[in-house]
């Protein structure tokens, strides 16, 4: 098996490629359109029912709430949607077959990953972070009717509407390394909402009480969504820390990709 490109097969070009061939699928536009408008649609509606329910609710209720993370909490569904996306960029090729078109014009293999990757991440950092700040300004001028609003200013705030779009990415690169590693849409999807929505809870309630502390903070999306608490969480690592172990998560992912793409035939 050939292991090098051709001549003129440069990394820009393969990322044009991949490019074109992201822009083309259906799933793209239909999954980041949903994504947008699931982030601020729930974010600013609800704003908008605290904001309606503010005199009804409760002194203790109303020291808990946190303004920044009633406009985010769309993040939770547009996880999903980024991760499904993930691994269909790639499982995609494997289902139609054009992922031996692709390995012929680039047999090195490696670049392909690393592109599909860069591509990947470029559009849905850029996405998360217009839909998080969208759902952030909305949903605050709603609870401005009542003055609980919250300002980017405030301490935690500009790290945690940042960092969502930063989570969101980094959750959309690990559906990218499982549908390297899986190949297939059903296991690699089924594989990446095990990881990071049952494990978490499982974890969380299967554990002993001692053990907790020691195992739940290092999860995967646990660790990153540190980065997205204004205020500190039980059981949480401080925001970057945490960030960082995401981040490593997600490296020690696409690097078990790379070495699986090139062990086994397209």
Same mark, same amino acid.
């Given at each position: 098996?050939?292991?090098?490109?051709?001549?003129?097969?440069?990394?820009?070009?393969?990322?044009?490629?991949?490019?074109?061939?992201?822009?083309?699928?259906?799933?793209?536009?239909?999954?980041?359109?949903?994504?947008?408008?699931?982030?601020?649609?729930?974010?600013?509606?609800?704003?908008?029912?605290?904001?309606?329910?503010?005199?009804?609710?409760?002194?203790?209720?109303?020291?808990?709430?946190?303004?920044?993370?009633?406009?985010?909490?769309?993040?939770?569904?547009?996880?999903?949607?980024?991760?499904?996306?993930?691994?269909?960029?790639?499982?995609?090729?494997?289902?139609?077959?054009?992922?031996?078109?692709?390995?012929?014009?680039?047999?090195?293999?490696?670049?392909?990953?690393?592109?599909?990757?860069?591509?990947?991440?470029?559009?849905?950092?850029?996405?998360?972070?217009?839909?998080?700040?969208?759902?952030?300004?909305?949903?605050?001028?709603?609870?401005?009717?009542?003055?609980?609003?919250?300002?980017? *200013?405030?301490?935690?705030?500009?790290?945690?509407?940042?960092?969502?779009?930063?989570?969101?990415?980094?959750?959309?690169?690990?559906?990218?390394?499982?549908?390297?590693?899986?190949?297939?849409? *059903?296991?690699?999807?089924?594989?990446?909402?095990?990881?990071?929505?049952?494990?978490?809870?499982?974890?969380?309630?299967?554990?002993?009480?001692?053990?907790?502390?020691?195992?739940?903070?290092?999860?995967?999306?646990?660790?990153?969504?540190?980065?997205?608490?204004?205020?500190?969480?039980?059981?949480?690592?401080?925001?970057?820390?945490?960030?960082?172990?995401?981040?490593?998560?997600?490296?020690?992912?696409?690097?078990?990709?790379?070495?699986?793409?090139?062990?086994?035939?397209?």
């Amino acid at each position: 098996m050939t292991t090098t490109n051709p001549p003129g097969v440069t990394f820009g070009r393969v990322m044009r490629s991949e490019w074109v061939k992201f822009r083309s699928l259906t799933s793209t536009s239909v999954t980041i359109t949903a994504a947008v408008a699931g982030m601020v649609g729930l974010g600013w509606l609800t704003c908008a029912l605290y904001a309606d329910r503010w005199p009804q609710l409760t002194e203790q209720t109303r020291e808990r709430l946190e303004p920044t993370a009633l406009s985010l909490q769309g993040y939770a569904l547009v996880q999903l949607a980024f991760g499904v996306l993930g691994v269909l960029v790639v499982s995609g090729e494997y289902s139609t077959g054009q992922i031996r078109s692709t390995f012929s014009a680039v047999p090195a293999r490696t670049p392909v990953l690393l592109a599909k990757a860069a591509v990947f991440a470029a559009v849905t950092l850029v996405v998360g972070e217009l839909a998080a700040f969208a759902a952030f300004l909305g949903g605050q001028a709603f609870l401005s009717s009542q003055d609980i609003e919250t300002t980017l *200013a405030a301490p935690g705030v500009l790290r945690a509407v940042s960092g969502t779009g930063l989570y969101l990415t980094g959750i959309g690169l690990l559906g990218v390394a499982f549908g390297w590693l899986v190949r297939y849409t *059903a296991g690699a999807i089924a594989g990446l909402v095990a990881l990071v929505l049952i494990v978490p809870g499982l974890a969380g309630t299967l554990l002993p009480q001692s053990w907790a502390p020691y195992v739940v903070p290092y999860l995967p999306s646990t660790a990153g969504q540190a980065l997205l608490a204004v205020r500190p969480q039980p059981l949480s690592l401080p925001p970057w820390t945490g960030f960082a172990w995401f981040c490593g998560y997600v490296v020690v992912a696409l690097a078990a990709a790379a070495v699986v793409l090139k062990r086994r035939d397209a």
